[in-house]
């Protein structure tokens, strides 16, 4: 029996910065999993800046696509399987194969834009008098042409809270580490640590966070909002925690705060030390870490976290 929502659109969206693929198109298995022979055939003949918004167009369309399809990025259909090509007349062309085509439904547009280092993408499956085809044909249609540009979107660094199937809340992914800062860590004028300590105790915690989730170190690829709130000096101990807030296809955003416990006291005598009354907040950042590709046989993570898709 066919429903009114078995004939109804889907829309899938989907926003990246270039910034977050450039080093990954760099990387021959990233290449070969993320796009079909002629998407790269055609990204070669590009210059180094084109080239990257070209890639990260197709890969914005493809999450965008699979988004129609009602599926999460490494759930059965393979991102290379979507090919994204641009027809005579500009506008991109949606070509399925393997699984991808089995599922799409008969018409499916996408568009394309691009605004500095931001890449946006639509896709609209519109699915048969019967519903989505399962076994449809290699090619889909697309009609509309790519628009001159999009605002860039705002984004937040703070993910909904997160339910299993069953409505239970899951189980944040975090990390923690107490660290006493020793003398020989001083590094200016006034016995000053310096703040690159700090960010060496989030990128642990950052790898932590990708082992837990991943079963991988992962890339750090950058520190986001880093701010310096208080002087670090030898003799404080330290609290630097950590937690998972966005989790997409091959990126994990953690959120890092670290906080000074107990502080030492030179002017009250030479081992003299105090347990403050309030953690006093130190350093706050946010970092983007890359994982690599996981095979769908790969154990699942013990503490997961929700694929945004």
Not at 18 to 29: F, G, I, M, Q
Not at 51 to 61: D, I, K, S, T
Not at 75 to 97: L, T
């Amino acid at each position: 029996m066919t429903t009114a929502a078995d004939r109804t659109a889907r829309v899938g969206v989907d926003v990246l910065d270039c910034s977050e693929l450039r080093r990954l198109v760099e990387r021959p298995w990233f290449l070969r999993f993320s796009f079909a022979r002629e998407e790269l055939d055609h990204a070669e003949g590009l210059g180094g800046r084109r080239r990257l918004e070209f890639l990260a167009g197709r890969f914005a369309a493809k999450e965008a696509i699979l988004k129609v399809l009602g599926l999460g990025f490494l759930q059965g259909v393979s991102p290379r399987e979507i090919c994204v090509e641009p027809a005579p007349h500009g506008a991109p062309v949606v070509r399925f194969r393997g699984r991808a085509a089995q599922l799409a439904p008969p018409s499916v547009s996408v568009s394309i834009t691009h605004k500095q280092d931001v890449v946006a993408a639509v896709a609209i499956g519109v699915p048969g008098r019967g519903g989505a085809a399962a076994d449809i044909g290699p090619t889909a249609s697309a009609e509309p042409k790519e628009p001159d540009a999009v605002s860039p979107p705002s984004t937040s660094t703070t993910a909904p809270a997160q339910h299993s199937a069953h409505g239970e809340q899951a189980p944040q992914t975090t990390a923690f580490l107490r660290v006493r800062v020793g003398q020989e860590e001083a590094h200016y004028g006034g016995d000053l640590v310096d703040g690159a300590r700090i960010l060496r105790l989030f990128g642990d915690l950052v790898t932590e966070i990708t082992v837990r989730t991943d079963g991988d170190e992962g890339l750090l690829a950058q520190y986001d909002d880093v701010r310096f709130a208080a002087p670090v000096r030898p003799g404080d101990y330290i609290e630097a925690r950590a937690r998972l807030v966005r989790r997409t296809r091959l990126r994990r955003v953690v959120e890092l705060e670290a906080h000074k416990v107990l502080s030492a006291r030179p002017g009250a005598g030479e081992s003299a030390a105090v347990v403050l009354d309030a953690p006093q907040l130190v350093c706050s950042a946010t970092a983007t870490t890359v994982v690599p590709y996981r095979r769908t046989d790969t154990a699942a993570a013990p503490h997961p976290v929700a694929e945004e898709t």
